[in-house]
């Protein structure tokens, strides 16, 4: 069952356009994360949800009502800001509660809800504390606190980690998935970082423009990209691209990359390919073997030069160049490269990406 249905949202500031026909539908107990670059229209989307943006056009349901023209408090949501927005004269204790007392709540289930979420967040030895004497992971525990307190349906996160250090965002993104799995509720969450977006979510809205261009699982969105956009924003290290053409070979096809032709036979097609088609090649860094001349399997069909070796720790990351193309492998740290070093290259063909270069749609 739906918990959150988008039908036809259109939102215009004056002449500019920020969403059109927007469509879709959050399951229920589902988390959602609206993924894409600043402008993209993910948090304009994500204020229609909580009410704080007046659409221009369409529907907005929530468990079944139809709240586009309702007040925020009478949604059944709860958000979370970027900015912790706690009140900073009050302790944990009192910014949990000051909605609650607002709403004309019995004392005794103010305390019951607030030792709930305490609890939850693990923020009980701070409730007499002040925003002031905590940190910045403590303060945003508070925030998700004053939200989970009235018990709603619908969460909504509006970057809520992005003030952190990398540290801190990586810890309370563990904590946020946990908090997930405890409450069941329905989450949407707002974030232009990729990593957050796929290890927190079930699914994933890609957006570009106020446009959704993709919707799928984590893994789908990574693997099997909808269009170049997509397989482009996915990805750290990113995807590397490779201008080209395909080609018909035997009763199959392949694709010509400068002096080198690349058998398509791996490949899992979206539609059907044609011969003499302008495309382009995507690959990821992980998807790509390197050895070095002397030390290759018949896999390693492609001579290449390296330009670049860049240790990331457990791993490092290879640039080589390949008939005028430069593209990127992931190699385990204990093989090392050095500029100028002669290789060869192959590809893990059935995790590659093929888009047409006049529309950018996965082939």
């Known amino acids: 069952?739906?918990?959150?249905?988008?039908?036809?949202?259109?939102?215009?500031?004056?002449?500019?356009?920020?969403?059109?026909?927007?469509?879709?539908?959050?399951?229920?107990?589902?988390?959602?994360?609206?993924?894409?670059?600043s402008g993209c229209g993910k948090s304009t989307l994500l204020n229609c949800i909580a009410g704080l943006l007046d659409v221009s056009d369409g529907q907005i349901i929530i468990k079944e009502r139809n709240v586009t023209w309702q007040e925020p408090k009478d949604r059944g949501i709860g958000m979370v800001f970027q900015s912790y927005a706690l009140y900073p004269q009050m302790t944990v204790e009192g910014n949990l509660s000051f909605g609650l007392k607002n709403q004309g709540m019995p004392r005794d289930q103010i305390r019951e809800r607030i030792e709930r979420a305490a609890k939850i967040l693990q923020i009980e030895p701070l409730l007499a504390r002040k925003p002031a004497q905590l940190s910045?992971?403590?303060?945003?525990?508070?925030?998700?606190?004053?939200a989970l307190v009235r018990d709603v349906d619908v969460f909504l996160f509006d970057e809520p980690l992005s003030n952190l250090d990398a540290k801190l965002r990586s810890e309370l993104r563990v904590e946020i998935k946990r908090l997930h799995q405890k409450l069941t509720n329905t989450m949407i969450y707002v974030t232009h970082d990729q990593i957050e977006a796929l290890t927190l979510a079930d699914r994933i809205a890609v957006m570009k423009g106020g446009v959704?261009?993709?919707?799928?699982?984590?893994?789908?969105?990574?693997?099997?990209?909808?269009?170049?956009?997509?397989?482009?924003?996915?990805?750290?290290?990113?995807?590397s691209f490779l201008d080209g053409e395909v080609m018909a070979k035997g009763n199959g096809f392949s694709f010509r990359l400068g002096e080198h032709e690349v058998p398509l036979a791996g490949y899992v097609a979206e539609t059907e390919l044609a011969p003499k088609q302008a495309a382009i090649f995507g690959v990821r860094p992980e998807h790509v073997e390197i050895h070095h001349e002397g030390d290759v399997p018949e896999t390693a069909l492609y001579p290449a030069t390296v330009d670049l070796e860049e240790p990331m720790g457990a791993d490092s990351l290879v640039w080589v160049s390949l008939g005028g193309h430069t593209l990127s492998a992931r190699v385990d740290s204990s093989q090392r490269f050095r500029r100028g070093d002669k290789v060869r290259i192959g590809f893990n063909l059935s995790m590659a990406s093929i888009f047409d270069q006049e529309t950018e749609i996965r082939l």
């Open 212 to 239: 959704i261009q993709q919707l799928d699982e984590p893994h789908t969105i990574y693997n099997r990209p909808r269009n170049l956009f997509v397989a482009g924003f996915i990805g750290s290290p990113p995807m």
């Open 136 to 146: 910045g992971g403590q303060r945003q525990r508070v925030a998700i606190g004053r």
């Open 1 to 37: 069952m739906e918990s959150v249905s988008i039908r036809d949202v259109s939102l215009n500031f004056g002449a500019v356009r920020v969403l059109e026909k927007l469509n879709l539908d959050v399951m229920e107990g589902e988390f959602l994360v609206l993924l894409g670059p």
